[in-house]
């Protein structure tokens, strides 16, 4: 009898033990607020590194600092190392799948309206063309895609049993519930409030959302978005206020998040047709919620895209 007593108190001890190891932490990094939230033995260990994953290659792949490699590669330096090599390699791969529409030499345009220093204006189409001959890099609709996959990898290479880390707006997942339950992923709400949606997934995703929202100026009644369609050298205005993408891959995720932004609803869809890596919720300008089949979407009305 003391001796299953004994037990059943260690057996407590260590269920206790095991619920005890989370830790949680805010950062402000890539110019937002970060919230990650860790499950496992070494969960105060795994918050202090991929804090430091994050700011590190926040610094590293910055538009804005002046030491950064996408400065480098700015002034024509080319002398990248192997993982930075594979980084830009990925994303050229990225612009080929979807037609240019992820472009990630549009810094120019980006200066030009203003958006990196928040001092917005309309430019002249004489400057637009200049500024479309331009290469500079910014990896800004890439990077927290990228980051959250970084993070994931190096969960995996600690006593970690889930994550879920919310890199402003976009959510990377890692592992599972004890219980085997979803990750409930909300889609934020344009309206305020509550959230629009909820995504339900299971295991390691990256959950990404481009919308018109996030940034932007309005001039004479028009809304300007940070995000440029390559073909115009103008902010996009494809009918849609977001797009949220589902994937394993984080890069992939983000990337085609912007991308999808661009293309609109009808090239979008094509491309989801003819993928099958990931799942997309559109929220069009005239307030209609899509979202394809696998995007395991609840919560709320919406018309279901089909292959
Ligand atoms: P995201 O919020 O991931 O859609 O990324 C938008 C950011 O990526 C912008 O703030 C710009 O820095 C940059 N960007 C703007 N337009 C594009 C585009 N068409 N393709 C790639 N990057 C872009
Ligand atoms: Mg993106």
Request: proline content about 2%; glycine content about 10%; aromatic content about 8%.
């Amino acid at each position: 009898m003391k001796r299953i007593a004994a037990l059943l108190l260690l057996l407590f001890l260590l269920c206790g033990c095991t619920a005890a190891h989370s830790a949680a932490a805010d950062i402000f990094c890539m110019d937002t607020v970060m919230n990650l939230q860790i499950w496992g033995r070494d969960a105060d260990k795994a918050i202090a590194e991929t804090s430091q994953l994050l700011r590190e290659l926040d610094s590293h792949w910055s538009a804005v600092r002046d030491d950064s490699v996408t400065a480098a590669m700015n002034r024509g330096e080319t002398d990248l190392s192997a993982e930075d090599q594979a980084l830009v390699d990925a994303v050229c791969a990225l612009e080929a799948r979807t037609g240019g529409a992820f472009h990630s030499r549009l810094y120019a345009l980006s200066e030009l309206w203003g958006f990196p220093g928040k001092e917005y204006r309309v430019p002249s189409q004489s400057e637009i063309d200049a500024a479309l001959t331009e290469e500079k890099w910014d990896f800004g609709a890439s990077l927290k895609g990228y980051a959250g996959q970084k993070a994931a990898d190096l969960l995996s290479q600690l006593d970690v049993d889930r994550a879920i880390l919310s890199l402003g707006g976009n959510v990377q997942t890692y592992g599972s519930k004890p219980d085997g339950s979803p990750w409930q992923i909300g889609i934020r709400n344009l309206e305020g409030g509550d959230s629009l949606g909820i995504i339900s997934l299971t295991g390691t995703a990256s959950v990404i959302t481009s919308g018109s929202y996030q940034r932007y100026f309005e001039q004479d009644g028009i809304r300007y978005c940070h995000i440029i369609d390559p073909r115009t050298g103008c902010p996009a205005r494809s009918g849609l206020v977001s797009v949220t993408v589902i994937c394993r891959d984080g890069l992939t995720a983000d990337a085609l998040s912007t991308a999808l932004f661009v293309l609109g609803l009808e090239d979008s869809t094509a491309l989801w047709r003819e993928s099958s890596d990931f799942e997309a919720v559109f929220v069009t300008d005239d307030g209609r919620i899509l979202a394809t089949e696998g995007a395991n979407l609840s919560g709320c009305e919406y018309e279901v895209i089909r292959r």
